[in-house]
């Protein structure tokens, strides 16, 4: 299919005036380095939470959440409320720490908490999480959907988006990143609900007129949010309401309590007030993304069962290529022109992730190693450094994205990447603030055998290991050696990951209860006196951050009660 010249004026309209507001917003000839990475800790509530909001939602989520909605149903969303829970633990446990203490990076707290060695292993994990996931399969993915949507070569969308990305991400620091930000997530919301708006409309097409109907038409359990623990084959569901409760929090606090990527809007935050309600915010926009990201996915598998869309096979096999499912429903629900408009939201998305991982990149480079290594060095040369690093990040990132071909179990192995080392950096996290105990021993015995028992999962798990022990017709259907029900333990990685957990936990307090203590004038400057202190204190107002976490909890239990 081939891009319109309507749809073609639509897109290079918005690259053009998406990156002149991020310019004219953030760029400060002799910006400081707090001005440059840390917005001059200028950002109010609602800026914080737009861009921890869209720092988070790329290609990958638009395409992965739409083809989930269609193989699995609603359960998928999961990823998103269960956000919720763990933006709550940001806003009260992590953020009243990390935003009275000053710090510019997170491994910068880590290096309070415990030594510098830690601060050194953080910022390895951080800078290449954001160039190899949160940039560079990122850009693969919006490439492949902007081929198959508009026609418009791979490597064509990699270069442009690129550049455009690049050019306000390094001149105009974190506030042209967040600025956009706010711009981003209303396209990207408005896109995201026209979609779904569309997709209800087009149900009395094909024989679907209320929601019994609907109800009837989908795969069982296709629109409920929490499912079995076992499956109808006898095997452990891998997405069971078990699986969510206990491998979420392992993934989700390391994605939104210890990445920098993410982090660093609230370490941005004007007032600690704002970071932590800015935290909340967010959390009440990750609502969202069930019904109008997964739920459409819902909508395409009625439309393909009915015949409207036709859903061809991955090459080479019997099953669905769901992951065709977001481009398919845009072509046929999207008309020519308005179609434009879909796209820029996919851009939007993918910009808004792309330049939240560069910006963060540059500040783990510059404050992590430029400025450790040179602590005369001036705020000029760490901003220059900074720009000078957004550059190289995103060559480097642009050309780690041109391979993503290579890999026929990428987007499986993506899934699994964070579970080398969440389970570590999230024991370390969370008894570092919550257990004065801990010790530096403790947490670098956590975080190296923690990693190396992840790394071994990793490696046994992935499908290719299976190759010299299984015939060419069993690979084809071989998920890994752990999560694999019938060649492999049958494991979820969303169980795997608690496993791995307890003995970083197992790790983490052997170890320093073996060790001498820690100073405790200084522990105590970064640790809860005890695991629920960070609830203490008289409410004085509904803007309160405990009130608000209670209406987010509430509101999600409530949604949870419904889609159960």
């Known amino acids: 299919m081939a891009i319109s010249p309507i749809d073609a004026i639509v897109i290079a309209v918005y690259l053009v005036g998406i990156t002149a507001f991020g310019i004219r917003m953030g760029y400060r000839r002799n910006a400081s380095s707090q001005q440059y990475f840390l917005a001059n800790k200028s950002l109010g509530w609602f800026t914080v939470g737009s861009a921890v909001f869209t720092s988070n939602i790329s290609t990958i989520h638009l395409v992965g959440y739409a083809a989930g909605g269609a193989r699995d149903g609603l359960v998928i969303g999961n990823f998103e409320w269960m956000a919720c829970f763990i933006l ?14 000053g710090v510019a990076t997170l491994p910068e707290f880590m290096e309070r908490r415990y030594c510098p060695q830690a ?29 198959s949507l508009l026609g418009v070569p791979m490597f064509v969308t990699i270069v442009v988006l690129s550049l455009f990305t690049v050019t306000y991400a390094a001149l105009g620091g974190l506030k042209a990143v967040v600025m956009t930000e706010n711009i981003q997530v209303v396209l990207l919301l408005g896109g995201a609900t026209l979609i779904t708006v569309l997709g209800v409309r087009a149900l009395p097409a094909v024989g679907i007129h209320d929601l019994a109907a609907l109800q009837h038409a989908v795969a069982p359990g296709q629109l409920h949010m929490l499912q079995p623990v076992i499956d109808a084959r006898g095997h452990l569901n ?3 309401w078990l699986a969510v409760l206990l491998g979420y929090p392992i993934l989700g606090i390391w994605y939104w309590c210890a990445d920098q990527t993410h982090v660093q809007r609230v370490l941005g935050a004007r007032t600690l007030k704002d970071g932590q309600n800015g935290a909340l915010f967010a959390g009440f926009l990750k609502i969202s993304p069930v019904f109008l990201m997964v739920f459409p996915g819902v909508l395409g598998y009625v439309l393909w069962q009915r015949g409207a869309i036709h859903l061809a096979n991955v090459p080479g096999t019997s099953h669905p290529d769901y992951n065709t499912m977001l481009p398919l429903l845009i072509q046929y629900l999207i008309p020519v022109g308005v179609r434009g408009l879909i796209a820029a939201s996919l851009a939007a998305a993918l910009m808004s992730c792309m330049a939240a991982a560069l910006n963060s990149c540059a500040t783990l480079i510059s404050i992590d190693v430029v400025k450790r290594l040179n602590p005369q060095a001036t705020d000029a040369r760490v901003v220059r450094v900074g720009r000078i690093t957004t550059g190289v990040i995103m060559v480097l990132a642009m050309a780690w994205s041109t391979q993503g071909d290579q890999f026929g179990t990428i987007f499986v192995a993506v899934n699994k990447i964070p579970m080398t080392f969440a389970p570590a950096v999230t024991t370390v996290f969370v008894l570092g603030v919550l257990w004065k105990r801990g010790t530096r021993q403790a947490a670098m015995a956590t975080l190296y055998f923690g990693s190396l028992i992840g790394v071994i999962y990793f490696l046994v798990d992935l499908p290719s290991t299976g190759r010299w022990f299984l015939s060419a017709e069993k690979l084809t259907d071989f998920g890994g050696f752990v999560t694999d029900p019938v060649q492999g333990l049958g494991i979820p990685f969303m169980l795997a990951g608690p496993i791995i957990a307890g ?18 004038a200084e522990v105590a400057k970064v640790c ?17 951050p405990r009130v608000i976490s209670l209406l987010l909890l509430g509101t999600i239990s409530w949604l949870y009660f419904l889609l159960r």
């Open 88 to 101: 709550i633990l940001l806003a009260l446990m992590f953020a009243p720490f990390y935003i009275n203490s």
């Open 119 to 147: 601060r050194t292993f953080l910022a390895v994990i951080g800078i290449l999480g954001a160039l190899l996931i949160h940039i560079g399969i990122s850009l693969f993915a919006a490439a492949k959907v902007f081929e």
């Open 238 to 240: 891998e997405f069971s």
């Open 503 to 520: 003995v970083c936990v197992v790790i983490y307090v052997v170890t320093s209860l073996l060790t001498p203590v820690m100073d405790e």
């Open 528 to 544: 809860w006196d005890h695991p629920l202190a960070f609830l203490r204190g008289p409410v004085t107002a509904a803007s309160d």
